[in-house]
């Protein structure tokens, strides 16, 4: 497709759950990052894919979350035994480079978590 | 590490009127984007800077990036019920974005 695709776009639990978040690149693209946003809350950073560097995982919140992305593409963001804190809007991004050399930044619309 | 902070946090203006958002950075700006994020959605690209004293324009939004003043300003002009959202400054450091917490602003037919 020609944006950033992510799916689901909605996604109901029940606490203890696991979930699965998929975010498709624009092809091309080395650069991959996930966000999640809490109601009421800023972006906040999780993981940030580059190439076949090795990911920086430094904003995932806790060993319940793990993130891969297969042939330097798709992505896919695991959340283990869902707990109610981490209903948010997970929001992938994309872009051709990273570093000091700022690229446009693409956008998917989300996946709307909600843990009940 | 860079902090971004936007000013105001909200905004209510009249239609027609224009208006300013400013993203004040902690550290050296070396470029900075401006999305927009309409409720519910994922973020829309509005514009690019790259350089210090670079100012560009989409349609009636138009941004500059102050590097002295380690600022950027978004200017709306004629605003119109479609510009409702939420405006964010973001920051490329190094491959990990820095937002800014982000300006509502909502516009009064």
């Known amino acids: 497709g020609a944006g950033v695709s992510q799916s689901p776009s909605n996604k109901v639990t029940e606490k203890g759950k696991d979930v699965e978040l998929r975010c498709d690149p624009i092809s091309g693209h080395t650069a991959l990052y996930w966000y999640r946003q809490s109601l009421g809350q800023g972006l906040e950073f999780l993981i940030y894919f580059q190439g076949n560097s090795a990911p920086d995982k430094s904003g995932l919140p806790s060993d319940r979350f793990s993130a891969e992305r297969t042939g330097g593409s798709v992505s896919t963001l695991t959340i283990q035994r869902t707990q109610q804190e981490d209903s948010a809007v997970y929001l992938c991004?994309?872009?051709?480079?990273?570093?000091?050399?700022?690229?446009?930044?693409?956008f998917g619309e989300g996946s709307r978590l909600t843990v009940l | 590490s860079q902090e971004l902070e936007q000013s105001p946090q909200s905004l209510i203006v009249q239609e027609g009127k224009n208006l300013t958002i400013n993203c004040t950075s902690s550290?050296?700006?070396?470029?900075l984007y401006w999305y927009k994020q309409k409720y519910g959605e994922g973020l829309i690209f509005l514009m690019m800077?790259?350089?210090?004293?670079e100012e560009k324009s989409h349609e009636k939004i138009t941004a500059k990036l102050d590097e002295k003043k380690q600022q950027s300003s978004l200017h709306i002009t004629a605003s119109q019920p479609s510009h409702a959202g939420i405006y964010l400054c973001v920051y490329n450091q190094g491959g990990k974005l820095i937002f800014g917490q982000g300006t509502e602003l909502s516009v009064k037919p």
């Open positions: 991004a994309s872009s051709l480079g990273s570093g000091g050399g700022p690229g446009e930044l693409f």
């Open positions: 800077l790259q350089k210090g004293g």
């Open positions: 550290k050296t700006l070396y470029g």
